[in-house]
């Protein structure tokens, strides 16, 4: 299993990745733009940011132009196939310089338990530290157990609570936040 940034030829494999999952984990994790099955307008703006952002020079152009339409991610492959996917979706740029991006993590079904999404989180945490991201926050919904041991495991605390939705259902989420030095 190999861990590294995502390149124009792995946007296809993350989608294919995704609707794969099975309806349970894409209640857990749902971000809006991963996928085919709910193409938007919303969404075919996300993808030119994720492809914008997948080449590093362009990144670093638009992290100081605009900074909200940058997606650092990372995947985790098996040969040829994505079995993994992580993103921190910038947000804004605080007072100081640095960044607070909103983080995303999932991991094929087949593939859990086997310590990846301990490896994308420690190396989104390095990638994170490299692009002058200060403040990471995430939800997650209350009954994903392991997800939030692996976030209070890199040091992310519980901050608050929300609604999530998710085909017409509500759900209890946690908020959570981390800060780097």
């Not at 020079?57 to 992290?63: A, D, E, P, S, W």
């Not at 132009?65 to 098996?78: C, N, T």
């Not at 909103?102 to 999404?117: A, C, M, P, S, T």
Request: one cysteine or more.
């Amino acid at each position: 299993m190999k861990i590294k940034d995502v390149r124009i030829k792995d946007i296809h494999h993350i989608h294919r990745m995704y609707d794969s999952l099975s309806d349970e984990s894409k209640r857990f994790f749902h971000p809006g733009f991963l996928g085919y099955e709910n193409i938007s307008f919303w969404w075919l703006l996300s993808q030119v940011a994720l492809f914008l952002s997948s080449i590093k020079f362009l990144r670093k152009i638009l992290l100081h132009l605009l900074p909200h339409a940058v997606l650092l991610s990372l995947i985790v492959s098996d040969q040829n196939n994505v079995v993994g996917f992580a993103f921190l979706k910038i947000k804004r740029r605080l007072f100081n310089g640095h960044f607070s991006a909103e983080l995303g993590i999932v991991v094929d079904e087949v593939h859990r338990g086997k310590g990846l999404g301990c490896k994308l989180m420690e190396n989104l945490l390095k990638l994170a530290r490299q692009e002058n991201v200060h403040e990471i926050f995430l939800t997650v919904l209350s009954d994903n157990v392991k997800a939030i041991q692996l976030y209070e495991k890199h040091g992310f605390k519980k901050v608050g609570k929300t609604i999530d939705r998710w085909k017409g259902r509500t759900f209890q989420s946690v908020i959570m936040k981390r800060f780097l030095l």
